[in-house]
């Protein structure tokens, strides 16, 4: 994406067609001029609203009713017009930011998605046969006789379509690696290869044309990234951009050393999540642990401060106890907790799964003990797991009601807050190494008080230049915000 | 007795011998050239070795067949996997700017491995099968094999019996080996009804509607249930066997109608439900015999491009069976206890020949480059791996037929684009003028 030397500024009458419909494709990058505080404002409410988008996508079904009332309760009213031109410029900033590295990418492109997802299936039919239109998308449509001969195949797939529905509209005939999310949890009919999609899921193939353009864009971006980096003015701002989604990410060890393998086995049932308490007490009578497990445990460790060497000592001293002799773990499991090391193979240094990356990425299967117990073990045996671990019959009732509600990291909070007998946990949970933290930082002699003092002392300094910001004050709130944005306590 | 006593001490002796002689070199080669479409696919493949005394070596890749045999020949790998095709050749990694080395295209494969149903068969566990649990395989190979097809429209299929306690299944079609990450992941994913792992006790959930999807797998299921879980496995035999499978309910809802027999029929009609929760109960016996029989995969083996898989017909050095490729037309018929050991087609060479062979000997002589190729084709024509190389033949075949039906089709329609083409030009040289 370049940023164009010649700059229109926007006349009036041109501003009807620039935006008239409330969604677009991002086709076409801003070409007005805008100030710097508009740049930085723009780009920073923009992150807020993905990192709800991601949020909710956590907590609740996406696209539930529940869902949808709280994304509407978070995007503001101000005047329609104005809404589309920062909906427009801020995403072109965001994809400076967020272009960089892979991570960043698909981080960015599933948010937008999902944001995009809830504001088409918003449309009215006619705004999105409109938008459709507007940007030249056409898909391939069923015949009406192939409709009938399917009816009863396709009435059975697909969620909420009726006889009538498939005789009066359109179904889509599409190739299944355009309709993923569909395949994937089974909601659409295939046939030789083809996904059926009735038009109410149309938004499933127009995410995907999304995703595939946004990919490529973004690709496209990071190559004149150079060049808009190079504006001093920019710089700054786009790299703590991006450094606001990552937050803490425990991947730089503090602490090396400071825990010994002895502590383990009480810290587990101190301070450590259940998820990796669990974890611990598997590998301890079972004396091994699959592949999904060895990662989530062994990055924990590595983040909770056990150094290269203790790790090995501790996976080598429990596999030798089972299984596994000496010579084979260290043919064999060693490699692979020098790699979660950086030590080996393309030595990524690699960071400790965050509660996101636990609940919603790889599902544990028989034989598992991986994956957040709050999300997928089942509410009897959670129940009694807790009973096991003398949490209180009400205070597990309320973790099982936060588990119905899909609220897993809240869910945790309780057991965090049950277990070490305070009131409030005092800070939002999501990350295992974060609950660790906590727990230790409780355990040891109370909260850290100097933090609020300095919070008041600073808004006392400057009420000046919230009423008239300056540039450079500005950029001073602003930076303000990115920290807040990344640090969830 | 097919199974000459395998002894792994011998492989080190067996295995040289395998690959001089028997291994079939340019049936493989063929394969993994697929018909020379695209440039430098066999050559930017990798394989890894596991050789000796465990030791494990990545990114083995070869220039031509010759260089395969000779390298086999000359490491003697006790086991062999096959993984991507990257960007350049994985040999030469190292001298490639980090981050261009990237695989690129893989065949979409499957591993259903016997363990992932130790919940629910009785009969063994671990590593060990038996023709009671082997029905298993059997079930999850229809299963998976007529959705591959029949809803993904993948054609070109190959089925591999691992050696010991599972299958393999080798998706083989051009769309399928460009397939990226999260399109392995939703098929795989598509694939999967059995989900849950220690901490789940109900791992089959079924609402309405029925996806026909699920329904082709039931009547599967149902064709071979009677006889694998009520029979053989005996689910319903005592009191604890029945215990479990009810377990997957609770107890509330169910209990056993007065003076019931212990023998059971397919439809549990001696067990009443009270289905007072609009969850579940409606589909209760459905769910029971998905989660006894239907196939489970690990989606990881699936989900990467870059995944190494053991290759077919290596040897499994823990049973020395070799990894034949199953024919689906003989299913019902395949005995994993049947398929030939390395130590029996090494025995079986050595049995005297036939006349006829004497007089290739004679040809031999005149022409030694091809000698060696014909001998091994003679050679395993002679043992036990006869019949599982023609499977192999024959899914070689269908390949390249279809093949050959593209380029056709391809053809026609550069033909028109050319003239389009053309047409273009003038049109454009006139406009200038």
Redesign the interface.
Known sequence: MQFPGRRKKLIGSSQNDLYDHCLQFYGQPPLENISLTEFETFAVERLKLLKTVENLGVSCVKNSEQYTKKLDAEISRISEYEKRRKDHISHFILRLAYCQTEDLRRWFIQQEMDLFRYRFNDLHSKHKTDFLHKNNLKYETVSAEEKKSLQDKLIASSYGLSGTKVEEHDVYKVPFQDALDLVRTRKVYLLAGNAYIPHHEIVTIVLNDFRTRLSKALAMTARSLPAVQSDERLQPLLSHLSHAYVGQDYSIQKNIGKISLEQIDALSGKSFPLCMRHLHKALRENHHLRHGGRMQYGLFLKGIGLSLEQALQFWRSEFVKGKVDADKFDKAYAYSVRHMFGKEGKRTDYTPYSCMKVILSNPPSQGDYHGCPFRHSDPELLKQKLQNYKVSPSGTNQILELVKGMHYQLACQKYFELTHNVEDAGFSLNHPNQYFTESQKLLSGGRDIKKEVDMSQRSQENPASVTRPSQANSKQIFLDEIQELSDPS | MSTSDYDPACLPDLLPLYYRRLFPFSQYYRWLSYGGVSKNYFQNREFSFTLKD?I?VRYQSFTTQNELEKEMQKMVPYKIDIGAVYSHRPSQHNAVK?GTFQALEKELVFDIDM?????VRRCCSAADICSKCWTLMTIAIRILDRALR?????HHLLWVYSGRRGVHCWVCDD?ARK??V??R???A??LSL?????????KVVLSD???????HSLSVVERYFQQYAIVDQDILGSKESVDKVLAVF?VDRYFFKEGSSVSYDLHFSCVSVKSNSKKGGQYFDKEIMLQYCYP?L???VSKGVNHLLKSPFSVHPKTGRISVPIDLKELDTFDPFEVPTISLICEELEKPRAEEAEEDDMKDKENEQEAGERRRIRDYKRTSLAKYVKVFDRFLEAMARSRKGEMLKKSGEIEKDSVFHIHLILAFTLQMD
């Open positions: 465990d494990y980090s363990t992932d149903y130790d919940d029949e809803d993904f429209g993948f769309a397939l990226s999260a399109a992941s939703a098929v994913e598509y059995v989900k849950g792992g220690e901490e789940t006790v109900r509607p029925i996806h026909p999807f699920i329904n609770p489970r690990d989606v990881n």
